[in-house]
């Protein structure tokens, strides 16, 4: 499963954030630097990356304390015991197993010697 990645978002950065970023400037492409946004401390730009509804009371936002939201994802996560417990018991049995291991010269079977036969000017 692939993520495709929108931005590089700094939350209260500190001063020397700006000039962290200068120095890296010259390494990203354009658009790579244009995912990267730095919000420096006080900033009342969060609500553009996050929606005042999701974030937690305590936070600013409009939704339950972290407390409590933590305590509801754990009781979630105690409720599905019995799946993590038989997901962890899982395993592949390696003498199953019909044919034995592909390498890269199984892929490439020249290679080898296409490396060895290799000279550098």
């Not at 700006?18 to 995912?35: A, E, H, Q, V």
């Not at 892929?107 to 290799?118: R, T």
């Amino acid at each position: 499963m692939f993520v495709r990645l929108k931005g590089f978002y700094f939350i209260n950065a500190p001063t020397y954030m700006d000039r962290l970023l200068s120095m890296i400037k010259p390494f990203l492409n354009k658009d790579t630097l244009d995912m990267v946004k730095v919000y420096p401390v006080g900033s009342n730009a969060v609500d553009e990356i996050f929606p005042i509804a999701a974030l937690p009371k305590d936070c600013g936002g409009e939704n339950k304390d972290s407390i409590t939201l933590r305590d509801e994802i754990l009781t979630k996560l105690k409720a599905n015991k019995d799946f993590f417990e038989m997901e962890s018991k899982k395993r592949v049995d390696e003498t199953k197993r019909t044919e034995r291991p592909k390498t890269i010269s199984s892929f490439f079977p020249n290679m080898e010697e296409a490396f060895k036969k290799l000279e550098i000017d």
